[in-house]
């Protein structure tokens, strides 16, 4: 079992992801190119952890605990005795590429290195490696502490102990696994991503983003609507892996709507950025 996790890119989903893991007891470091996002999330962390005790959800000592479980990583050598590394960086294969190169010549021989890409082939990522059978792909949900699921995608490479190590692990995380293939979106991708971007078409023909998100929430009971999904996914990822879609699978039907990539090139990004379908204050 592994005692020590590293977890990469401290965005959304990496900081769901090392609060989940701090949270089940493991030492967990975080790591981001950017000093302040990462301190911003160690910070957020903190906050959802001190409103789970408000809550009820989590005692003081639980909360303290997992506090201590965490701590940020000053840079990518503090990666060196880690026995998995998480990577949550952006939706890019090029940039996590180069980092999962740089990675597999700092950390111990027989670290696991995982990505929780959501479209990229793990078995491409696995082959800038010279450890391609420890790669995988663990593709945890947004928002993690409370989605249930983790997507496992077994690369090529990728050896029967590398799955078997990551099943024990989301057990021991508390998440349930369902295994995707290697192609892709996955599974979630490959359904949910053609369903926002009609959403999306819709809008550009003339709709108006809280009808579509209403008909989906109360017509069929999506928690969220579509656009309001998006906008939480971040439309920088969307359109990433929209293009993947269409670029690798050759078919039409997944041709990102145009207002999408405006978007996108107009930095609205969603609600990370402060502007997507919606404003957020
Ligand atoms: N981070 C951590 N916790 C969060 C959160 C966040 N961003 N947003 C909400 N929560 C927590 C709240 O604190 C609350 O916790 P408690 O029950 O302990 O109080 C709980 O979630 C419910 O929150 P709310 O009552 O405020 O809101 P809600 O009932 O509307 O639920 C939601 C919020 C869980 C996000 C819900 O709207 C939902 O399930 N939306 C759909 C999410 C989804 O589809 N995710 C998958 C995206 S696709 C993906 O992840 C793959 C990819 O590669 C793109
Ligand atoms: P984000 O934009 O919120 O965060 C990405 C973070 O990575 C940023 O803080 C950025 O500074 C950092 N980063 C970029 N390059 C880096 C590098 N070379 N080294 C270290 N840090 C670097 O993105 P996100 O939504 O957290 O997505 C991260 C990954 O998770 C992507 O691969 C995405 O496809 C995947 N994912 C996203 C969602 C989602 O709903 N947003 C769900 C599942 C999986």
Known sequence: MFTRIGVIGAGQMGAGIAQVIATAGL???LFDAQTDALSRSIEGIHKRLDQAVEKGKLDASG???TKRNLAAAKGLNDFADCDLVIEAIIENFEIKATLFKELDSIVKPDSLLVSNTSSISITRIAASTSRPEKVMGVHFMNPVPVMKLVELIKGLQTSTETYDAIVSFCERI???TVLGIDTP????NRIL???INEAIFLVQEG???EDIDNAMKLGTNHPMGPLTLADFVGLDTLLYILQLLHRELGEDKYRPCP????YVEAGWFGKKTGRGFYSYA
């Open 63 to 65: 909360r303290d605990q």
């Open 259 to 262: 207002l999408l990539t405006k």
């Open 193 to 195: 991503c053609p369903m």
């Open 207 to 209: 709709v108006r983003p």
């Open 185 to 188: 979106g996955f599974i979630v």
């Open 174 to 176: 508390q998440k349930t």
């Open 27 to 29: 030492s967990t470091i």
